[in-house]
């Protein structure tokens, strides 16, 4: 496996493709089927063209998991002059998106997308906050298992419904930024 910077439209597809596929695994029982069909998994040429704006904007923070040259993962990882959610504060970083494909599930690649991620965080930067689903319990072990404290609620609307969200946060140590 190898984890390296974001580098643009040849990435996307893949990109696109884990996340679309851990969306559907991972939030089947929370989220109505109607919803998760409309997340792409075999991107259309504009679902490519939004995805490669999103992540272009975010040079520094976006790094990519390939498997024999494929996309099997990303994570995004925002700070400073970048958009961030309204719950991050001015000196924090927020985790933005990590998304692994599920057939890589359980081998490692979250974790060194999540490591990756935050090596790349500024020394100011000392604390990171992210927003899931709340009832991802795979994403709250993956979390709670890095760390990550269940810091408090939130919402966000998805396709007319609004639904519960978890806010957690992780308090930044140097064991954290080593490089590797």
Do not use: C
């Not at 929370?30 to 679902?47: G, K, N, Y």
């Not at 390939?66 to 400073?80: K, Q, T």
């Not at 090596?119 to 899931?132: D, G, H, N, Y």
């Amino acid at each position: 496996m190898e984890i390296r910077g974001f580098q643009g439209a040849d990435d996307v597809p893949g990109v696109i493709r884990a996340h679309g596929r851990a969306w559907r695994t991972a939030y089947a029982e929370l989220l109505p089927r109607r919803l998760l069909e409309t997340v792409a998994v075999d991107p259309s040429p504009e679902d490519e063209r939004r995805w490669l704006e999103s992540l272009a904007s975010n040079p520094d923070g976006v790094f990519v998991a390939l498997e024999d040259g494929s996309a099997v993962g990303f994570v995004d990882v925002r700070w400073g002059d970048v958009e961030t959610k309204p719950f991050v504060g001015p000196d924090d970083a927020e985790l933005r998106a990590i998304y692994v494909d599920p057939d890589h599930w359980g081998a490692g690649v979250g974790t060194a997308l999540l490591e990756r991620g935050l090596e790349a965080l500024p020394a100011a930067v000392s604390t990171i906050r992210l927003e899931m689903l709340a009832g991802n319990e795979v994403g709250k072990r993956f979390y709670e298992a890095r760390g990550f404290e269940r810091t408090g609620t939130n919402e966000i609307e998805f396709g007319g419904d609004v639904y519960e969200t978890d806010v957690f946060t992780k308090r930044l140590s140097a064991v954290d930024r080593r490089e590797w």
